[in-house]
Each structure stands twice: as structure tokens, then as C-alpha cells.
């Protein structure tokens, strides 16, 4: 194989290795997952504050239930006083009837509160069900693509130093003197060799002299005149 052959080999090579070298620093620096990472601990943050309401209005229909029984209690005290047959002043009488349609009144305005508060739980528990479905979705998924990043970096890693050592290899089979120019024209452009397609460089589209493509036909080593970079011509077929 050609010298030149040999070089554009290296440059494909290293065109690869830098694609995945790049693709990897993609995948160590990954935007998608912190992402999601961040609207996890978001629902996570939603979850616990819909299960802390679940909480506090379980509390609180304890202590309305309590607070019932009380009103229970004293309601029935109030009738039982009433209807006892024993009190027969007729502004007692009055008084109690009073205590009695206040006790009531509040029995009837505690216990709605307390139907109030058993609909706000079963809402909140459908809530917070719905809540724990997605958070562990989303943290299953976000395990997942970590797993599967793990497994795309640890091939990457693998193949990069297998094209690494490849590319070695290739380097001891092309003479010093093609290394050197192809060093020196990479460190200012990034694609160092351009084809050669019908007199044209594909680098910089400018058409070529008659020399340079006679220089070419007999495998020298030729620079573009526009913009320096290693002329190649590959062969069909």
C-alpha cells in the first residue's frame, strides 16, 4: 500500500477516534439524565408534600372525630335533661332547649366538616398514589439509562483504546517525512488531506493545475496551492 494510501487511513482512523471521543465526553457529561435526575427529586419533593396533606388532614379528622363524640356526648346530656320530667321551671326548661339547639347546631356544623375532610382524604390518597406511580416510573427509567450509559461508556472506553493502539500500529508503516507534513497541516486544519475529485480539491473546491494533478498521478506527495492541505486521490474500486 501507498504512502499516501497509508495516511488517509490514518486521517479516517482519526477522524473516528475523535467521534468517539466526543461521544463519549457526551455520555460522561449527560445533559438528558441530569435532566430527569432534577425532575425526579421534583416529584419526589411534590409526592412528599401531597403525602405530608394526607397526614395532616388524617390528623385532623381524628380530632374531629374526637371532638364529635364530645359534641355527642353533651347533646345527649342536654336531651336527657330535658326529657327527664324532672326540671318543670319553665326558664330552665328554656335554657336547656337552647343548650340543646346549639349543641345541634354544632354537631351539624362538625360533622359536615368532617364529611369535608374524609373527600379531601380520598382525593388526597388518589393523589398521592398517582404521585408514587410516576416518581417510581421516572426513577425506574432513570436507573435504567444509567445502566445503559454504563454500558455505552465501558464499550466506548474499549473501543477507543483499541483504535488507539490500531492507529499506532498504522503509524509505523508510513515514513517520517509523510508523518511530519501531516502533523504540521493538521495543526492548522482539521481535515489535513483532501480528495481529489475530477482536478477539484474537496477542501477548499478550488480546481487544480495541470502539475499538481501530473505530481499526483505519479503518487507524490502534492499540497493544495489554496489551502495547503495533502492532496489524495482515491483509487475506484
Known sequence: MKQLDLLWELQEMEQLLSEKKKLLKNLQQPKEIEEKIQEHKKMKNGYETIRKQLEDTQKDIKKIEHDLKELDFKKEEVKGKLYSGKINDLKQLGILMKEQEKAEGQYTQVEANLVEKIEETESLEEKVREEEKMERKMGSKIKHMLKERKIDIEKLQVEIEALT???????????????????????????????????????????????????????????????????YVQLKG
Request: net charge positive; aromatic share 4%.
Open 165 to 231: 493502539k490500531k492507529i499506532e500500529i498504522h503509524l509505523n508503516n508510513i515514513e517520517k517525512a509523510y508523518i511530519d507534513v501531516y502533523e504540521d497541516v493538521k495543526r492548522r486544519k482539521n481535515n489535513p488531506i483532501a480528495l481529489v475529485e475530477y482536478d477539484i480539491c474537496t477542501g477548499c473546491h478550488m480546481d487544480l493545475p495541470v502539475m499538481t494533478m501530473s505530481d499526483l498521478k505519479n503518487h507524490k506527495l502534492v499540497t493544495c496551492n489554496n489551502c495547503s492541505r495533502i492532496l
